[in-house]
C-alpha cells in the first residue's frame, strides 16, 4: 500500500493588528508615565551607607552646588487659565537663595507647601562653612528637622 502523503496548508497571518495594539501602547504608557521632575542643579552627591524612600511630593528641596550657590525648589498646585477656563496643574518653582536667607526663603515656600519635609541635597565638592551656614540659620528658624540626601555606597567584596 503507497503511503500518501498529506500536503499541508500554508498559514498566513495577518501582523498588522498586532503592531497596532503595540503603537497603542507604547503611546498610552509615554502620556501616562510621570518622569521626575528636573533639578534646579545637577550635584554629585557624596555617598553613604544609609537608605531612606523619600516620598513623591511635598519635598522642599534645598541644593546647594560645588560653587556653594544655594537653591530652593519645591512643587506646587496652581490654578492657570486656559481659554477662559481654570485649570489646576503643578508648577515647579525654583528661588535662588544665599546662607543668610535660606530660612526665611524656606519659611516662604512652607506658607504655601505646609506639610512639605524639607530635603537637602550638597554637593560633595561644597564646602563645609556653606553647610554649616545653611543649618544654622536653618536652625535659628526652628526648621530643625530635615534630610540629608546621599548616594548609596556599593559594598565591594
Given at each position: 500500500?503507497?503511503?500518501?502523503?498529506?500536503?499541508?496548508?500554508?498559514?498566513?497571518?495577518?501582523?498588522?493588528?498586532?503592531v497596532?495594539?503595540?503603537?497603542?501602547?507604547?503611546?498610552?504608557?509615554?502620556?501616562?508615565?510621570?518622569?521626575?521632575p528636573?533639578?534646579?542643579?545637577?550635584?554629585?552627591?557624596?555617598?553613604?551607607?544609609?537608605?531612606?524612600?523619600?516620598?513623591?511630593?511635598?519635598?522642599?528641596?534645598?541644593t546647594?552646588?560645588?560653587?556653594?550657590?544655594?537653591?530652593?525648589?519645591?512643587?506646587?498646585?496652581?490654578?492657570?487659565?486656559?481659554?477662559?477656563?481654570?485649570?489646576?496643574?503643578?508648577?515647579?518653582?525654583?528661588?535662588?537663595?544665599?546662607?543668610?536667607?535660606?530660612?526665611?526663603?524656606?519659611?516662604?515656600?512652607?506658607?504655601?507647601v505646609?506639610?512639605?519635609?524639607?530635603?537637602?541635597?550638597?554637593d560633595?565638592?561644597?564646602?563645609?562653612?556653606?553647610?554649616?551656614?545653611?543649618?544654622?540659620?536653618?536652625?535659628?528658624?526652628?526648621?530643625?528637622?530635615?534630610?540629608?540626601?546621599?548616594?548609596?555606597?556599593?559594598?565591594?567584596?
Amino acid at each position: 500500500m503507497a503511503i500518501k502523503k498529506k500536503r499541508r496548508v500554508n498559514i498566513s497571518i495577518d501582523m498588522t493588528p498586532m503592531v497596532d495594539i503595540a503603537f497603542l501602547l507604547l503611546i498610552f504608557y509615554m502620556a501616562t508615565t510621570q518622569f521626575k521632575p528636573p533639578e534646579a542643579r545637577a550635584v554629585e552627591l557624596p555617598d553613604s551607607h544609609s537608605q531612606i524612600e523619600l516620598p513623591d511630593k511635598d519635598i522642599i528641596n534645598i541644593t546647594v552646588t560645588k560653587y556653594d550657590s544655594i537653591y530652593v525648589d519645591f512643587v506646587l498646585k496652581t490654578t492657570v487659565n486656559i481659554e477662559g477656563r481654570d485649570v489646576l496643574t503643578t508648577a515647579r518653582l525654583v528661588r535662588t537663595a544665599d546662607k543668610f536667607t535660606v530660612a526665611h526663603v524656606i519659611n516662604r515656600a512652607r506658607a504655601r507647601v505646609p506639610r512639605a519635609l524639607i530635603v537637602i541635597k550638597a554637593d560633595q565638592d561644597a564646602s563645609f562653612g556653606v553647610m554649616q551656614d545653611v543649618m544654622k540659620s536653618m536652625q535659628e528658624n526652628y526648621l530643625e528637622r530635615f534630610l540629608i540626601i546621599t548616594d548609596l555606597e556599593v559594598d565591594e567584596k
